[in-house]
């Protein structure tokens, strides 16, 4: 678990085993002291490339290796510190006002970044001796996170159909040190994001999912490799193949999902509206039907 929003921390994360592959799970101001305003993933990286190099005044971050593996290499103005990220279930934390740098891309890595904030090009600090010397004049006192008022959602106004399962194209940036692709919250993902998980090391054949939620919104992602989603409404059905990185499925509450056809190597990434709970889910179709006669 995080010590405090200031300590650097490699962060364990649930682990949840099964035979149909693994999922891991981040959640806001719980395995990440922080509520979580976008989410980016770094992919196609040459191999002798760094990333980042920067620090920010503002922004805390948490850092995946979704496949792959990389090392994370932080400053804190006084001593640097190297966390080589190499399996699903591991994340460093990262706090405001620590200069970062990622490096030793292995081949097909993916980063996950979670952060803090939306983009905001003031908040970088781009050159180290700027870094050092904003860090002197730091003041120590620590901001208190708020967790915001959670919005109800009112299941009474509309009900979602399959139709309402919209594909989102999510900003894709090319770079020569390997391309980025941003998710930010109320922008091009329709919902606070709550919760952030992923399934991976998937064996051929498995299906995922097979459930519907009352009142979560999801949003997944193909980060690597592809798989199909099925889509229920309990009148209409559609299915939708997931293969690209900067692709987004959004689905509404309400409509039965499974994830079927996986590709070697998949990993499917999913941000959620709100934290697990087990009450949310309709496992059984029978209920599920008569769940969308209310």
Known sequence: MLKNENTINLV???????RRGNLSIIEQLNNVPFKIERAFWIYDVPGDSVRGGHAFRETQEFIVALSG??????????EEKVYHLNRSYYGVYVPKMVWREM?????NSIALVVASTPYNEEDYIMEFDDFVMEKRFQSSQCKVVALEQRLM?????QKPTV?????????KFTYDEGNLTV????????????????????????????????????FLIAASGAFEV????????????????FN???????????????????????????YYCAEDYIRDYCDFQAFRKL
Request: proline content about 6%.
């Open 230 to 245: 099925m889509l229920d409404d309990g009148v209409n059905k559609r299915t939708v193949m997931l293969n690209r990185p």
């Open 183 to 218: 998710a930010s919250r109320n922008m091009n993902v329709p919902f606070d994001i709550r919760r952030v998980f992923y399934l991976y090391d998937i064996p051929s054949g498995e299906a995922r999912g097979a459930h519907a939620h009352k009142t979560c919104h999801q």
């Open 12 to 18: 364990s994360l649930p682990k949840i085993l099964d």
């Open 248 to 274: 987004g499925l959004h689905i509404p509450p309400g409509i039965w999902a499974a994830e079927q056809g996986f590709s070697s190597g998949s990993v499917c990434l999913v941000l959620a509206s709100d």
């Open 69 to 78: 593996s990389f090392d994370v290499v932080l400053h804190d103005g006084k």
């Open 103 to 107: 490096r030793n891309f292995s081949t």
């Open 153 to 157: 959602l009112d299941w009474t106004i």
């Open 163 to 171: 139709y309402d399962c919209s594909i989102i194209e999510l900003p």
